[in-house]
């Protein structure tokens, strides 16, 4: 059966206002606009090539994720993070993805839930100590094991939460692992963290909740590193995305 045109345009919609979501959020992360800068809707229609009803949409969404604020005077400008915005959140990711370890464990039914990690982490194993031509892939495989994790705590609630903070700057599970290249124990940290996988993994599988949920708060103790590295270094800081909306002085 064909799709009636009111169908195919309301997928169009669907399709372009996800782009731009994407395409807005990967600019405010790189930088291309500075804290405090408002965003006018015209001017990004022009440099994204879209209408505005999509635009509208994507500075909503970017709101809601806490990226852009709204203006006194209407509008949007662009969000500025503390170092205290950013520490805290690593916190509170340490909290939420601890309690979906721990949930994980417990509410585990079946071996086989396992499978897709234990297949993540076995391609992981095998690019773990390559070159910075499959790091990219590492960083994917890595950030899709961290959302399987939560996944398997079955709790959308918890799920949620944690998909709204995974969209600052360094809160994501994959937000700071491409540092560690650049700091020199770089290589160490990488194989200590995919150690870690394991041992969460395992913890998981043997229903040991609460030893899973001890596991990820040591885990993401390595991103606090990675920043405090990065911070230290200011070539590094200049490649860190979401970067430049973080006011170091603060």
Not at 89 to 101: H, T
Not at 116 to 133: C, F, G, H, P, T
Not at 143 to 168: G, I, W, Y
Not at 216 to 231: C, F, G, K, M, P
Request: charged share 20%; proline share 4%.
């Amino acid at each position: 059966m064909l799709d009636s045109p009111d169908r195919v345009n309301r997928l169009a919609f669907v399709s372009q206002t996800g782009r731009t979501v994407l395409i807005l959020r990967e600019l405010l992360l790189l930088g291309q606009f500075k804290a405090g800068e408002r965003l006018y809707e015209l001017a990004l229609v022009a440099r994204l090539g879209v209408s505005r009803t999509p635009i509208r949409f994507a500075l909503d969404r970017l709101s809601h994720e806490g990226l852009l604020e709204p203006s006194p005077s209407g509008g949007f400008v662009v969000r500025a993070f503390t170092l205290g915005d950013v520490w805290d959140s690593l916190d509170i990711r340490a909290g939420l993805e601890g309690v979906a370890a721990r949930l994980a464990a417990e509410r585990l039914q079946d071996p086989a839930e396992l499978n897709k990690m234990r297949l993540l982490q076995s391609e992981m194993d095998e690019i773990v100590q390559a070159n910075l031509d499959t790091f990219a892939q590492y960083v994917r495989l890595n950030e899709t094991f961290h959302f399987e994790l939560v996944r398997l705590a079955k709790s959308p609630m918890l799920e949620r939460s944690l998909s709204h903070l995974n969209t600052l700057p360094f809160a994501g599970p994959s937000k700071l692992v491409f540092a560690r290249m650049a700091v020199g124990r770089g290589a160490e940290l990488l194989i200590q963290g995919h150690q870690q996988h394991h041992e969460i993994l395992e913890a998981i599988a043997s229903g040991q909740g609460n030893n899973a949920e001890t596991l990820v708060h040591e885990h993401i103790a390595l991103a606090r590193i990675n920043l405090q590295a990065a911070l230290a270094n200011a070539e590094i800081w200049r490649n860190v995305p979401g970067a430049q909306l973080i006011q170091r002085d603060s």
